[in-house]
């Protein structure tokens, strides 16, 4: 397996954590997005995915056409074809938890405050860093901060977001609370998050998944 990716990419830490957690070997394919411009907006990359988008998972040895992209549909792509361990519950209702707290994440929090959004906000409506760091830190917290409440309420919640073995629920949220860390956001109303953020950060998948533990990092 190859996969395309950036250090720092939320989406692309939730691929590597699944590929960890399945114990499956592969190669980073770096895609700087910053650099030069993007190298996400190189013809070649382009071909893989028209989007300009990481990350981008090459299984060669299942198909060697095939060219996936969208982290969560990666995730389960993963899961159906190495079924051990499942990262979503045999149970339909407990399914429909894991994946609408994964939404949560990749739908309604990350989409605000992704690269494109903040370089849009300062490059072309001229919005200064601070008004940026702003916005990214309103939307960040808010988010979280529900999530926090559906996590407080469920006596589906574990040790992890959903019984006591991680799931399609903690490989996305990881990766959002890292950068909520990074940009300095409010997490102090938040303790089951990061009760289950730090339950997460001391299994070696998700260590080595890290930005800082990635052949890119910087």
């Not at 903040?118 to 529900?146: P, S």
Request: charged share 20%; net charge negative.
């Amino acid at each position: 397996m190859r996969l395309y990716s950036y250090f720092r990419s939320s989406a692309s830490f939730r691929v590597r954590i699944a590929l960890n957690l399945k114990g499956l070997a592969f190669e980073t394919l770096p895609v700087h997005l910053v650099r030069h411009g993007g190298d996400q907006r190189n013809a070649d990359f382009l071909a893989l995915n028209p989007d300009g988008l990481v990350p981008v998972l090459l299984d060669e040895a299942e198909d060697p056409t095939a060219r996936m992209t969208q982290s969560l549909a990666i995730v389960e792509y993963l899961d159906e074809t190495h079924p051990e361990p499942p990262l979503l519950p045999a149970e339909a209702t407990a399914r429909a938890r894991v994946r609408a707290l994964a939404l949560n994440v990749a739908c309604e929090i990350h989409p605000l405050n992704n690269l494109r959004v903040l370089r849009y906000l300062t490059q072309v409506l001229a919005i200064g860093d601070d008004a940026k760091n702003a916005w990214y830190r309103h939307w960040v917290e808010t988010g979280l901060q529900a999530f926090e409440a559906q996590l407080a309420s469920s006596r589906e919640t574990g040790v992890f977001c959903h019984g006591d073995r991680p799931t399609l629920a903690d490989i996305t949220l990881v990766p959002q609370v890292f950068n909520a860390q990074r940009f300095d956001c409010d997490l102090s109303s938040m303790p089951t998050v990061m009760r289950i953020h730090a339950a997460c950060m001391a299994l070696d998948a998700f260590a080595r998944a890290a930005p800082g533990r990635q052949p890119d990092a910087e």
